[in-house]
């Protein structure tokens, strides 16, 4: 009998903030898998020697409350003292059964410092701070008790999270995986076009990506964009045998998590009007592009140019952003920088925005142009082929370089209420979200299918295109949405 585990190493690095991209998508993975029950799954981490460790109960139930959210985070309380968020950080970190990752440092250090853009001698000193506490803290844990290892039961089929396969990639343990593996892929952006990121990380995510063609069953991927990339550089790396390759598009999930918090659907009417971005802050985001914009707009349009909010984290390589905000400084006042909201803070905002703008250069799905149709909100994207995918072919698409067509399009949504309106109404008609539980469920039914058809035959080689009609129900399908699993691959998962 096989039985399924999924990997909760990401959301416990991360630790109890707000998730956004790769970190939104696995917690959202990992919260449909806690209240699964059509079959048992187990749950594990991956340590740093690279073995995997069973959860026990008590850090289960802290599993549940970091997933959903019920967990003191490291944001807010606005006028407080240095002191009290230090206590308020070193609380959460003394109540997580792991360490959190440099991702929680930087945000906590942030909290603390109340730098923003991560930078100066007060942020670095907390960064500090924080870390030579988590050092103490892991000096004076008591020894874990071996739970079991499912990464070396061979009938185990084993979800591994992005932040497991990096651990395993670097350290390359002696003792090889005996289970099955699968894993998500999010983009191959490092490996098309490093130039958006740094050589570091491109190092790193070409060895992880490496690993996982030569170790992963299945590689589920978020697009379809993503899987024919995916299965051009599986072939252009001359593998003697290739991981299947199959699509699990994720939605958004943003709305559906504040909806059981009980948040107002109603718009609220702000003192002045603005257009949304989300997105983390760097190169290959352009927000350079949309400064430009609205630089050009500004003479032209007056009062009737809303502000542009800018919410997302603080990346890299964002030197010419910040530039160009120092060369016309009169763009302070119609530009705006919002940094570690909470999910109802983030959802307000989508609720109340006039529009949304996503002119990234290139994505793997494109989460935050998802959230807009979510909420209802128009969003203009750039020609990324996975937003017209995550926005399932409904908005206006752009050049990502093209200035002339930007400022054209921002204009008419600023001055054509009318144009907007159908806009909304064609979110509110034509657009189907794809919920957390059909995002799990799907591919919950790829790992059915592949497993099926392995243990019927374990010598086959087989397409993933083959795999088709073995995963797929017989209802159509709108352009970019995941499809759901057939009752047939759920039965097989069951019996597995």
Known sequence: MKTLYIDASLPFRWGPHPPVGIPRVETALIRQALRWKASPVGFFI???????QRLDEAELRYLRRLVNGDLPQPIGDEGSSYLARLWKVLSI??????ACGREFDRVAAGFLSGCEKRRGVKFQLSKTAIRLFKIVKSALRPSRLDTGDPLQDENALCFLS?????????????????????TLMHDLIPIDFPQYVGPHHARGFVRNTAWQLENARLLVCVSKYTADRVKCHAKASGLRLMPQVAVASPGAFLREGVADRGMSTERRKR???????????EIRKNHILLLKVWHRLLPLLGERLPTLTLCGRWGWMYEELTAFMAEHPELNDHVQFRSNLSDRELAELYR????????????GWGLGAAECLDFGLPVLISDAPSLTEATQGLMP????NDVEAWCAAVTRACTDPVWLAELRHTIATRYRPIREREFFATMVGHVAAIDAVAEANPAAEIASDDLAPRIYGPHPVVAGQARQPSVLAADVFRRA
């Open 46 to 52: 991956v340590d740093k020697w690279g073995q995997g």
């Open 397 to 400: 698409t752009l050049p990502a």
């Open 352 to 363: 109340d925005a006039e529009f949304s703008v996503y002119p990234s250069a290139v994505e």
């Open 93 to 98: 970190m003394r109540e997580a059964p792991f």
């Open 271 to 281: 003192e002045r009007k603005f257009v949304l971005y989300c997105s983390t802050i």
């Open 162 to 182: 992005s932040a497991s396969v990096h651990e395993l990639a670097a350290r390359k343990p002696m003792a090889k995986a005996r289970c099955g593996i699968f």
